[in-house]
């Protein structure tokens, strides 16, 4: 694949003089590990005739902290706080699904009121995500307010999620049988009712009116780094690149976990409205549109939230875990997300691997690149909506 | 043709929808607070800086052990009940304010403020040692410490600890 | 102007080349003055109107009063940093092309009419000047995106010369119709044939719809022209990390910074006067306004209306920028001349 020569407009790296008599070459191009469209220190290295982009190659590893390796040699409560850096934009997705492989090796089932829980903060943590990814496309496009306008909302998840779990960011707050502390008493439920109606009848409309259906947006956005549905499946992309591609996938309805069978919701994909089914603007709007029914399963979550326990096992230090191997995946904010473990009974798992979808969604970048603008590689790297911490992790 | 005028109006309406929005903020109240003159009130769980109450340690080393990061740094001299505590020390380098120390200690020596500013020049000054030089020794084992009139924590109390259950 | 030269002529005792000379150099120094002073001022202006449309204050410490000298202490921290030039740098021309992009707009300074009787040059091919000389910036930007030796500034250079060449057109074929109206290119003749209050602007679309349309089409040519937002490719800081300024710093980089203002000053100033009657004052009841307050009011309102299109729209992408300047702008302009032309023939306007 690397060496194999590409063909853009009928141009290759074979015949580069295109111009008779003067010798010209590919332009080899560093996007990053510092630079501001590559969100967070992803290398691009670009080959560039002018604007038109000939081969893109992902470099990774600039981020990488071994967490895998540590996952050896810390124990089972412990690597939590390890999952909530993988994906620090949801990283209450991340604990989630961590802790259901846990709980999946132990055989432990998990209090109703503990599952309900979790599904609320996993969804206000995907909505806190999916504002960063709005934001920050808009950003790549050259919109600063719609920045500024997200974050704001973000801040207020993120205040209500400190209320609940202590950490703002980084939350811990998941642990294998349970969460680590019940729903507060100062009208959290409240709150997260009253956030979830202004996001859903306020805030979206102002972000579409802002910048979805903005002229200029669509066409930087719609008919740009186009991935079709076979090629999206080839790479194994998963969450809004893959539904954005028009296959209706979702992990939280096709391999239900947790309790988001009970709720009434419905998976969004793009329909290509304003161009071609897969482009940038098809993957920003199913996000978008991921927020209104996150908002929908939370409100519901939170309206029929049983009594009872929110953790299943006294909170003991240390957790015990039998031998096997368990594999879970659950839908973060991102894609599918997955972790195998293979435990030998000890305290530490034998291994730890994990499945990040912002890995996969990034190997898609080297296909559909090719042949882009500089400015439509911006485009589609920022649709892909990567983070960096699950890539290297 | 018709696409174009319509592009061009399409590009014109919402660019002024959008303007439209934007002027609106201008009269908003900002959300924003001024930093140092205005804080944010934490809320109860917030996990700031961690503390230890040296007083009430027995120095069980459970919160180093736990400690995904080893940041928690224990001394101790002697053994049974000549055990005494000679250094605790909380290296915020490297602390990621899990709060694993805190929900497992026994005797709820170590717990989390609602302090967040560790902002310094060295970083060598965020290892804070929680010894009070002065007292030099913190003996560990309860029979000493009830001798010595330290701290203990009442016998009922034992097995539950700090469960970090709803305030 | 009288005054000064009668001071030199009378009091300092010169002759008239001499009070000339000396009369040039003061507006030099004056004119250089207030362009840093507008640099500083827009600087917070822009800082102020980004923040409060985005539900923050902005700076708000330096100074106090709503952070007012957040701007003067950031020339100044920008004077005192390390001038840095990269080693495989082309030296003279990376050390010249910031100059080069201040004298461009320093010079088109010199034929703005503040007042009646108050412009540093008056001469009669004063707008032509304007467009000639405010296109020496392009220059200056390809120089500096050249000799920084790095791709992204070089990027940034292509592309600044590209749409800055191809903006100049459509800016310039928006401003014909008030000449046609004029009969004069001196840009206080222009000011003068406005006068009479706000419905004899040139803007005014019951006079001539053209005119009112040709006031857009400057306007989003300005925004092109002085490289800003949603227009900004030369910098485009999301792709091209700062465009073709990536590699200055220091006083270097504050001689780029202040030339975007003043250019921005430069450009809302000309519109000012080309369209919004520069400075007489809007109604006959408002005459004891300075006609140099009218004027700068003015163009600080169309400075903000630049601020507030920056901050609201994405950017567009480099081909749709030439797509938007030789298939929209340029029609449409063409448009403007011939449209305004036969109007004023119609209605007998045409001098």
């Known amino acids: 694949m690397a060496n194999e020569p590409t063909m853009v407009n009928g141009r290759g790296w074979g015949d580069q003089d295109h111009v008779p008599g003067i010798k010209s070459e590919l332009l080899e191009l560093n996007m990053g590990p510092q630079h501001p469209a590559t969100h967070g220190v992803l290398r691009l290295l670009l080959h560039t005739d002018g604007e038109i982009v000939y081969k893109v190659t992902p470099v990774l590893g600039y981020l990488h902290r071994c967490a895998e390796k540590i996952a050896e040699g810390v124990n ?12 620090y934009l949801a990283p209450m997705c991340c604990n989630h699904a961590y802790v259901t492989a846990v709980e999946k090796l132990m055989g432990q089932a998990v209090p109703e009121r503990a599952e309900h829980i979790r599904v609320a903060t996993s969804e206000l943590s995907r909505i806190a995500s999916h504002l960063i990814a709005l934001a920050t496309f808009g950003l790549d496009m050259g919109a600063w307010t719609p920045l500024l306008y997200c974050f704001r909302e973000r801040e207020e998840i993120l205040n209500l999620l400190e209320r609940i779990s202590g950490g703002r960011m980084l939350y811990n707050y998941m642990i294998p049988g349970g969460v680590r502390y019940d729903v507060p008493n100062d009208n959290w439920v409240a709150d997260v009712l009253d956030f979830v ?52 996938f979702d992990c939280r309805r096709d391999d239900p976990y947790s309790v988001y ?14 161009g071609t089914v897969g482009d940038c603007w098809d993957r920003y709007i199913v996000r978008a549109r991921e927020i209104e029914q996150s908002c929908r399963i939370i409100r519901q979550a939170l309206q029929t939230l049983p009594d009872g326990p929110y953790q299943a096992l006294a909170l003991k230090a240390i957790v015990k875990v039998p031998a096997g191997a368990a594999y879970t995946r659950v839908e973060s904010s991102k894609g599918e997300l997955g972790h195998y473990i293979i435990s030998d009974g000890g305290q530490t798992a034998f291994r730890n691997k994990v499945r990040s979808p912002s890995f ?23 649709s892909l909506d990567i983070v960096l911490g699950e890539i290297d992790r | 043709m018709g696409q174009y005028f319509t592009d061009i109006y399409l590009a014109v309406s919402s660019a002024l929808q959008g303007m439209a929005i934007t002027f609106k903020h201008i009269y908003k109240k900002p959300v924003t607070l001024q930093f140092p003159d205005e804080r944010q009130v934490m809320p109860e769980r917030f996990r700031g800086f961690v503390h230890n109450d040296t007083a009430k340690c027995d120095a069980c080393n459970i919160c180093a052990k736990l400690c995904p990061v080893d940041c928690i740094y224990i001394e101790t001299e002697g053994k049974a009940k000549d055990r005494y505590m000679t250094r605790y020390a909380i290296d915020y380098n490297k602390c990621i304010w899990c709060s694993l120390c805190t929900e497992n200690c026994h005797t709820g020596s170590i717990t989390m403020s609602h302090d967040y500013d560790h902002a310094v ?45 709803d305030e | 102007m009288q005054l000064l030269y009668d001071f030199f002529t009378g009091q300092a005792g010169m ?178 044939a406005q006068q009479g209050g706000i419905w004899n602007w040139n803007i005014n679309p019951i006079m001539n719809p053209f005119l009112f349309i040709a006031f857009f089409m400057y306007f989003i040519a300005s925004i092109a022209e002085t490289n800003r937002g949603p227009f900004d490719m030369p910098e485009t800081e999301s792709e091209l990390v700062a465009g073709y300024h990536t590699e200055y710093t220091g006083m270097r980089f504050a ?15 000309i519109a000012t006067m080309l369209f919004l009657g520069g400075w007489w004052a809007p109604f006959p009841g408002m ?24 901050w609201t729209l994405p950017r567009v992408r480099v081909d749709q920028l030439m797509f938007l300047c030789w298939k929209v702008m340029i029609p449409l302009s063409l448009l403007c001349v011939v449209g305004a032309g036969l109007w004023m023939m119609a209605w007998g306007q045409l001098k």
């Open chain 3, 15 to 192: 002759d008239l080349a001499g009070a000339h000379i000396a009369v040039a150099s003061l507006m030099a120094v004056l004119m250089f003055t207030v362009m840093a002073l507008c640099a500083i001022i827009f600087t917070w202006m822009e800082r102020k109107v980004a923040g409060f449309m985005q539900s923050r204050y902005g700076p708000m410490y330096t100074g106090r009063w709503h952070g007012w000298a957040q701007a003067v202490a950031d020339m100044l921290k920008i004077l005192g940093k390390e001038d840095i030039i990269p080693g495989e740098a082309d030296k003279g021309m990376f050390q010249f092309a910031p100059i080069l992009v201040l004298l461009g707009s320093l010079l088109a300074w010199a034929a703005i009419p503040w007042a009646p009787d108050f412009v540093a040059a008056d001469f009669d091919l004063g707008l032509f000047y304007i467009f000639a000389v405010s296109s020496l910036v392009v220059i200056g930007i390809l120089m500096a995106g050249w000799s920084s030796n790095n791709k992204w500034a070089l990027y940034g250079a292509a592309r600044g010369a590209a749409q800055m060449v191809s903006y100049e057109i459509p800016l310039a074929l928006a401003a014909i119709p008030v000449v046609m109206r004029t009969g004069s290119l001196n840009p206080q003749d222009i000011i003068i």
């Open chain 1, 261 to 274: 069978h009970k709720f009434d919701w419905q998976v969004q994909i793009g329909h290509g409205e304003k």
């Open chain 1, 360 to 382: 996969c969604n990034l190997q898609v970048v080297e296909k559909v690149g090719v042949g882009q603008m500089v400015s439509d590689l911006v485009a589609l790297v920022g």
């Open chain 3, 287 to 310: 005459a004891w306004i300075p006609p140099a307050l009218n004027f700068i009011i003015k163009g600080v309102l169309l400075v903000f209306l630049n601020m507030w299109v920056r």
């Open chain 1, 197 to 248: 109606d202004l996001m859903e009848h306020n805030k979206l409309p102002e972000y579409n009116t802002l910048l979805s259906y903005n002229k200029i947006f669509i066409e930087r956005t719609a008919d740009v780094g186009i991935i079709d549905a076979k090629t999206a499946l080839d790479y194994g992309c998963t969450g809004p690149v893959l539904r954005g591609s028009g296959v209706d």
């Open chain 1, 76 to 87: 089972y409560k412990q690597w939590v706080v390890y999952t909530d850096r993988f994906d």
């Open chain 2, 121 to 165: 020049f060295d970083r060598r000054t965020l290892v804070y040692e929680f010894m009070d030089p002065r007292e030099a020794k913190v003996p560990c084992h309860r029979a000493t410490r009830i001798e010595q009139n330290w701290w203990v924590e009442p016998k009922e109390d034992k097995p539950g600890g700090d469960k970090g259950d």
């Open chain 3, 255 to 269: 001689f780029f910074f202040l030339s975007e203002y003043a250019n921005l000053f430069l450009v809302s100033m």
